[in-house]
């Protein structure tokens, strides 16, 4: 019986409402309802207690509301927190809470496993299952919400996509996901707030231009040279950068919006002055941010972080081409829950 039931949270408002004239009630209820599921995050239609019993009943006879659950929580001792997330299905991706001094950002996933395969990354071992919904990547956002209000006396502030699997990927879900998340009727946080990271698919990024989204990007680089970057992240045979930095100067040229590039600095991978100049050539056509993120090693040992010396180097060839340009820490490492480390292991 309930395998036929329909997933409520895949209705638009508008198919709610009709959906009640269909039922000869009022439009207006699904109103109510759409409130209840998004806003008010109600797990359960007894939860609706603004809908008389009948409807109630109505709706547990025709729909499921598909909610996840935080199967088992990890908080790091630097106040990171990791949640295992189990889905309707069964399946299990991860979300992360990471709060520092003035905010509190969510890290959340897109897909189950991921179908590129960067040699650095943990979550590149599980193949890609399925995308996510777009309630299921809602969810995850409340449940951190909670979590913020609950550990850290504050709401979540900030929200980045750079958990499991590749947003672009997922795209229009991810998308209807940030709709809602940014809606008054759902979360009604600010898209200047919420960072999409990609590995770099030169479509999509076009596509997010000509939509004219109104979150940020950030592009996992980590090398401007393609044979070093294909080495470390094959696709990048198929997306080459040249397509790359031809798809982000016309998401620039759309959008004026500054563009973050996400850098891992390996020894004897990407750590001499002709990777710097590289980079430093291929930030030059449009107003650059590099992030120098610290390496999360996963079991292989073939990755090492590159020494001070080097990240010095990039640091000061990149301010002094007036590139801005942060070295950022990892957080949450002791519960594999710092970038790349996500790999279902909880
Ligand atoms: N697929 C998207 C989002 C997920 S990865 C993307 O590639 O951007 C989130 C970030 O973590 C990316 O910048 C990725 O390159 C980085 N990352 C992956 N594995 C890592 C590791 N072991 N240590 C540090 N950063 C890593």
Not at 213 to 228: C, M, P, Q, R, Y
């Amino acid at each position: 019986m309930s395998a036929q039931k329909k997933d409520i949270r895949a209705l638009t408002k508008d198919q709610l409402r009709d959906f009640f004239v269909s039922e000869g009630d009022k439009a207006f209820r699904g109103n109510q309802v759409y409130e209840w599921l998004w806003h008010k995050s109600a797990h359960t239609f007894d939860a609706m207690t603004s809908l008389s019993k009948e409807t109630r009943r109505m709706l547990t006879d025709n729909f499921v509301i598909n909610h996840i659950k935080v199967d088992v929580m990890q908080r790091s001792t630097d106040g990171t927190i990791k949640n295992a997330v189990k889905l309707h299905d069964g399946l299990t991706v991860e979300s992360v809470l990471i709060p520092t001094a003035s905010r509190t950002t969510a890290c959340v996933s897109s897909q189950v496993g991921c179908s590129l395969d960067c040699k650095f990354c943990a979550t590149s071992r599980l193949k890609r299952m399925r995308n996510l919904n777009p309630d299921e990547i809602y969810d995850q956002v409340v449940a951190i919400d909670n979590e913020s209000r609950l550990y850290h006396n504050r709401p979540l502030s900030n929200i980045v996509f750079m958990g499991m699997g590749e947003p672009l990927m997922n795209y229009n879900n991810v998308l209807k996901a940030i709709d809602k998340i940014t809606s008054n009727e759902g979360l009604g946080m600010s898209p200047k707030r919420i960072v999409v990271s990609t590995s770099g698919v030169p479509k999509m990024i076009r596509k997010m231009a000509d939509d004219e989204v109104k979150f940020k990007l950030a592009v996992s680089l980590h090398s401007a040279i393609d044979e070093i970057r294909t080495s470390i992240m094959p696709f990048n045979a198929t997306f080459p950068l040249k397509d790359l930095r031809e798809a982000l100067e016309y998401w620039y040229a759309k959008t004026k919006n500054r563009i973050t590039y996400e850098y891992v600095v390996w020894e004897g991978i990407n750590d001499t002055l002709k990777d710097v100049e590289a980079l430093v050539a291929f930030c030059k056509f449009a107003p650059s941010k590099v992030n120098l993120i610290e390496y999360n090693p996963i079991d292989d040992g073939i990755f090492q972080q590159a020494n001070a010396k080097a990240i010095d180097m990039y640091v000061s060839k990149l301010e002094a081409n007036n590139i801005t340009v942060t070295v950022r820490r990892s957080r949450g490492k002791d519960i594999d829950a710092a970038c790349g480390q996500l790999a279902n292991k909880a």
